[in-house]
Nanobody, 121 residues
């Protein structure tokens, strides 16, 4: 089971770092993605990193502001979010699948419970 953490309330222009970890196992053998669901919207892919870190995907609206990375020693994947905007407000989920990346929710077999990110002044 994946655990996403690090959400909170932040002012526009601020930063947050989300973490995704798995209880009892490491994430180093998995492609890991972050999705988000804003109120009234579908869950959409934000970023993804493949098992070997050779494929990294960003949604256009976050490119240049968000950075996905992994720490294999800790078995954790991070999403560093800078220059946050009100439209980034959503519940953020991490998800895992074997090896590769995907922007499709149906491609992922394991999901975390979600962490709320609210960007507001």
């Amino acid at each position: 089971q994946l655990q996403a953490s690090g959400g909170g309330l932040v002012q526009p222009g601020g930063s947050l770092r989300l973490s995704c970890a798995a209880r009892g196992r490491t994430l180093k053998n998995y492609g890991i993605a972050w999705f988000r669901r804003a109120p009234g919207s579908e869950r959409r892919a934000v970023s993804c990193i493949s098992r070997n870190d050779d494929i990294i995907y960003y949604q256009n609206s976050v490119e240049g502001r968000f950075t996905i990375s992994r720490d294999n020693a800790k078995g954790t994947v991070y999403l560093q979010m800078n220059s946050l905007r009100p439209e980034d407000t959503a519940v953020y989920y991490c998800a895992a699948r074997s090896f590769l990346c995907s922007s499709s929710t149906s491609a992922f077999t394991s999901w975390g419970q979600g962490t709320q990110v609210t960007v507001s002044s």
